[in-house]
Nanobody, 118 residues
Framework: QVQLVESGGGLVQAGGSLRLSCAAS????????MRWYRQAPGKQRELVAV???????DYADSVKGRFTISRVNAKNTVYLQMNSLKPEDTAVYYC????????????WGQGTQVTVSS
């Protein structure tokens, strides 16, 4: 079992920055890939950023150059630094650990609200 707890959401003006954190606990030594998703009202949940093995990262086109995913393995924590925020970034952001080698289940955090005002 893996538990994920997000923090760092809030209200920010357009052009501002926020940093989200996701702390994993439980059986964490098998975790290789961690992801951030978001879901805006009335829209499907979308993948925002991926942190994989070997320092690999990947981003949705809509956030490239503005968001940065990073992690501190010793703390079992992944971060999402969000700069130059836009109103369309408003969503609930979720941390995700997908099923992967030696970890057959998918885990989600409870989500943290990010609201960007214009």
């Amino acid at each position: 079992q893996v538990q994920l707890v997000e923090s760092g959401g809030g209200l920010v003006q357009a052009g501002g920055s926020l940093r989200l954190s996701c702390a994993a606990s439980g059986v964490t030594f098998n975790i290789n890939t961690m992801r951030w998703y978001r879901q805006a009202p009335g829209k499907q949940r979308e993948l925002v950023a991926v942190s994989g093995g070997g320092g690999r990262t990947d981003y949705a086109d809509s956030v490239k150059g503005r968001f940065t995913i990073s992690r501190v393995n010793a703390k079992n924590t992944v971060y999402l630094q969000m700069n130059s925020l836009k109103p369309e970034d408003t969503a609930v952001y979720y941390c995700n650990v997908p099923a992967q080698f030696l970890l057959p289940a998918t885990y989600w955090g409870q989500g943290t609200q990010v609201t960007v005002s214009s």
